[in-house]
């Protein structure tokens, strides 16, 4: 673990991978509402935790450089269901991928319990972890100019809905017609870090096999 200095009143730790960096987080979130971690904010991000809002950050630092992390705790609030169908235009190329169907990525991708392990990208965009090693898929060579909305997708470890349309070059695999980020909800984004998600099937997937 090494703790980086950012400001005056800001502190980056970084770990060596993204489940420490879920530990730490989880961790770091469980002293804060206990009263023992004065800070602002603490966001997670795939290898790192951003303190922010630190009073002292020459003592915080040797506490932190001294910590042990506990495994990632199990979450006590309810499963985020996320309704998809298996038709993204990507989805042949990641079951050749996998060496599998299309109907077999459906079926794995649905029966994983995913864990938002940090957000970014665009509001509303969880990086998704859960399944494993041998379904990371690389990105796109060329990323896609526009990205619709409700697009479920796969790149590296992870997974992700795009909250809005945007430039993307992950592999999409399906849609889902859930908002994931509207500034008149409170809060805004559907999906936080550390929280549990399932892939729900509805309709038929596209090109099975």
Known sequence: MRV???GAHALLVEVSSGDEAQA???ELLRRRAEGSLPAGEIVPAARTVLLDGVSDPVRLTAEL?????PPVPEQAR?????PVRYDGP???????????????VARVHAGTEFRVAFCGFAPGFGYLTGLPARCDVPRRPTPRTAVPAGSVALAGPYTGVYPRSSPGGWQLIGTTDLVLWDP??????LLSP????????????GSAA
């Open 194 to 205: 550390g929280a549990r998600v399932r892939f729900v099937p509805v309709g038929a997937t």
């Open 78 to 82: 309810e499963t985020v269901e996320i």
């Open 184 to 189: 008149a909800r409170a809060p805004a984004a």
């Open 65 to 69: 450089t001294a910590l042990a992390l």
């Open 4 to 6: 980086l200095p950012v």
């Open 90 to 104: 990507d989805l042949a190329d990641v079951a050749a991928h996998w060496g599998v169907s299309a109907r077999e």
């Open 24 to 26: 730490l987080h989880a």
